[in-house]
Nanobody, 121 residues
Framework: QVQLVESGGGLVQPGGSLRLSCAASGRIFSINYMGWYRQVPGKERELVAGFTSVGSTNYADSVKGRFTISRDNAKNTVYLQMNSLKPEDTAVYYC???????????????WGQGTQVTVSS
């Protein structure tokens, strides 16, 4: 079993910054994808930023230039640095990972429990 544990959410004023962390633990052979999604009530979960194992990244248009995703492969951890936060960034942020548990096994998708980010004055 694989667990994703997120941290770093909270309340911040508009224009402020937060850094989210997500650490994967458990039986892991390789992590092929790690990323961040967010969701507000009544809306579908949307991709914020993703980081593949080969080093490429992708961002939602709404966060380009403000958010930066990074990854520490040795620690199986992905980070999301969020700057110039806006009230519309308020959401529950979820960590997502696609993990291969066994060398010749299938890839499986896992989600974290979510961390609340609130941007308000």
């Amino acid at each position: 079993q694989v667990q994703l544990v997120e941290s770093g959410g909270g309340l911040v004023q508009p224009g402020g910054s937060l850094r989210l962390s997500c650490a994967a633990s458990g039986r892991i052979f390789s992590i092929n994808y790690m990323g961040w999604y967010r969701q507000v009530p009544g809306k579908e979960r949307e991709l914020v930023a993703g980081f593949t194992s080969v080093g490429s990244t992708n961002y939602a248009d709404s966060v380009k230039g403000r958010f930066t995703i990074s990854r520490d492969n040795a620690k199986n951890t992905v980070y999301l640095q969020m700057n110039s936060l806006k009230p519309e960034d308020t959401a529950v942020y979820y960590c997502n990972a696609v993990v291969r548990v066994l060398r010749f096994g299938d890839d499986h998708e896992y989600w974290g429990q979510g961390t609340q980010v609130t941007v308000s004055s």
